[in-house]
């Protein structure tokens, strides 16, 4: 029961969530009718995860079957929540999926793609206006955080491949794999040859 | 065909909270409950459970393995809250149907989900729940949620149940039980008796429908008495699961 009380606050918190991007329940309600069992080994629990156009529902039990079958331990669950590449994580010895994994990876896709239209929810409190006045004031800096945060990375990788010298270049890097992956071709071509020229020499030999 | 009950000449009589009433006034005597409470019902729910009854109904949900397409009977669904789910559930290609035998409770019901924009899959039918008005193996669940216990014919009630479920389809009840834990039991027991009435009284203004509530909470079937009650029907796999100490069981069967 404790459990149940816990999945019903979350559904509702997660769906108003939702609600807060136009176009997450549009999405949601194309994956409406399917079943999403998450099956976590250690520790064991397990959550069934059903969506439709008014949000996600979870629940801790369902007397059907489900359409797809995530099993895995808590540790790779974390992972998959929160890393952008997540077929590295899918495709690990722990995870396990059943069934039709494209479901779950468009709800996956419609959580990550998440673009929160905080203005609106503000508005509601503080008036259109007030909700602008905030909104810019808040936007410009958090613009400039980021831009600012994307050209130190920038000049930092320039800095250290072409300045100082200490890291090789990306270019540079690739221009050398190229070659070892060229010489490689070579010998295995050179081991070849010499394995043909060897039964030339030693027709009897049993390959 | 003669029915044993209605061999006698005198009618039998059956309970109505801890009186007993002849047979045919016990539906009389339940509407009149329902008639008076059911603008307030929501609410009362709310104020006696605690809220909890959301989580009971929740739970049923869960076991009933609704799914698309499915066509599902909600019994004495009274102001549908199981309805408004089974409605999400089942989309545009199933079916819900919300049945109770009180008008007051149904229109409360209707007005309720329509204003919550609940409709197009969901149909409104006034039935009694002994003789459900649905051809054989029609439904893949049928949901019984706080209403048997009001059912004359208990019996009855379930052997139509049994008769318009698809075969593999599920039964649940949702009903108050016998608490498992003998001090919890006392308690209750002074909650319901005492508390119970009292804010009935304030605020439905009617402390005796409430009083019933509690009388006929007593006198329903215990688990394992409506466990059996459901083999005997010819239900498979009866199961029941105790919620809140045993205050509600929620007892699930298949049909073969």
């Not at chain 1, 008014?54 to 808590?74: I, M, Q, T």
């Not at chain 1, 059943?98 to 409190?125: F, H, K, P, T």
Request: aromatic share 6%.
């Amino acid at each position: 029961m404790l459990r149940a009380a816990l999945l019903a606050g979350a559904e509702r918190g997660i769906n108003r969530i939702l609600r807060l991007d136009p176009t997450a329940l549009p999405r949601l309600a194309r994956l409406s009718g399917r079943i999403i069992e998450i099956d976590c080994t250690a520790p064991a629990w397990r959550l069934f995860i059903l969506a439709d156009d008014e949000g996600l529902r979870l629940a801790s039990d369902w007397g059907a079957d489900a359409d797809c079958r995530l099993r895995a331990p808590a540790s790779s669950l974390l992972s998959l929540a929160v890393s952008r590449n997540k077929t590295a994580v899918l495709h690990g010895p722990e995870v396990e999926i059943n069934g039709d994994s494209g479901l779950l990876m468009n709800l996956a896709e419609v959580l990550q793609d998440l673009e929160l239209d905080w203005e609106y929810e503000i508005s509601r409190w503080l008036g259109p206006v007030g909700a602008q006045l905030l909104g810019s004031s808040l936007r410009s800096p958090v613009e400039w955080a980021r831009d600012s945060a994307g050209s130190l990375r920038q000049d930092l990788a320039d800095y250290l491949s072409e300045e100082s010298r200490m890291l090789v270049g990306q270019a540079e890097a690739q221009a050398r794999f190229d070659e070892l992956d060229d010489m490689k071709l070579a010998l295995d071509r050179l081991e070849a040859r010499i394995e043909r020229l060897a039964l030339h020499l030693n027709p009897e030999r049993p390959e | 065909m003669t029915d044993p009950r209605k061999a006698h000449d005198a009618e039998p009589t059956t309970h109505f909270g801890y009186k007993n009433v002849p047979e045919s006034q016990k539906a009389q005597k339940v509407a009149e409950v329902f008639h008076s409470v059911a603008a307030k019902y929501d609410l009362m729910n709310d104020l006696m459970s605690g809220g909890v009854h959301r989580l009971w109904k929740r739970f049923t949900i869960e076991l009933s393995g609704a799914r698309h397409g499915n066509r599902v009977l909600d019994i004495a669904g009274g102001t549908g809250d199981l309805t408004r789910q089974f409605s999400r559930i089942v989309g545009h290609t199933g079916e819900v149907v919300l049945a109770d035998i009180n008008a007051s409770m149904l229109k409360v019901g209707r007005d309720k989900l329509l204003d919550k924009g609940v409709a197009g899959n969901v149909r409104f039918v006034q039935a009694d729940a002994e003789k459900l008005p649905f051809p054989d193996n029609y439904f893949d669940v049928v949901t019984i949620a706080f209403g048997l216990r009001n059912v004359t014919h208990k019996e009855d009630a379930i052997a139509s149940m049994l008769r318009v479920l698809k075969p593999g389809g599920r039964l649940l009840v949702l009903e108050f039980s016998k608490p498992t834990n003998q001090l919890f039991s006392k308690a209750y027991d002074a909650y319901s008796f005492s508390l119970l009435p009292m804010m009935g009284k304030l605020i439905t203004n009617d402390a005796d429908s409430y009083r019933y509530l509690a009388e006929s909470i007593r006198m329903h079937p215990d688990q394992e008495t409506l466990k059996s009650m459901m083999e005997t029907a010819g239900f498979e796999r009866v199961s029941y699961h105790n919620m809140t100490g045993g205050i509600v069981a929620l007892h699930r069967g298949i049909k073969p």
